[in-house]
Nanobody
Framework: QVQLVESGGGLVQSGGSLRLSCAAS????????MSWFRQAPGKGLEWVSS????????AYVDSVAGRFTVIKDNGKKILYLQMNSLKPEDTAMYYCGSLRRGSQWASKIRSDYDPWGQGTQVTVSS
């Protein structure tokens, strides 16, 4: 079964840290670029970060650059998002996705990703 399963979300105080995980199954994880997105309450889906299939190239939205780190462990078939210095504005449902072949690197378009995870909630209190 082709799927992505996120975990690691929770409630944390401002300035704290969390590490999100995205476990992949049913496809050759090492062949695909991956991304993280988030959706805050009442807002649209926002691209957060992307990483290349090898794990050696990455990109971030300006609002998280320097605070978040994306990691791809091809041996374990897990994508991580290490989030430090969290802020209340980081509160959102976080999703991971596998970039379809032929799509643009670090695409910000939801339909360019399949499979797509069910999400994990991150809440940052002030």
């Amino acid at each position: 079964q082709v799927q992505l399963v996120e975990s690691g979300g929770g409630l944390v105080q401002s300035g704290g840290s969390l590490r999100l995980s995205c476990a992949a199954s049913g496809f050759v994880f090492s062949d695909y670029d991956m991304s993280w997105f988030r959706q805050a309450p009442g807002k649209g889906l926002e691209w957060v970060s992307s990483i290349t299939s090898s794990g050696y190239g990455d990109a971030y939205v300006d609002s998280v650059a320097g605070r978040f780190t994306v990691i791809k462990d091809n041996g374990k078939k897990i994508l991580y998002l290490q989030m430090n210095s969290l802020k209340p504005e980081d509160t959102a449902m976080y999703y991971c996705g596998s970039l379809r072949r032929g799509s643009q690197w670090a695409s910000k378009i939801r339909s360019d990703y399949d499979p797509w995870g069910q999400g994990t909630q991150v809440t940052v209190s002030s």
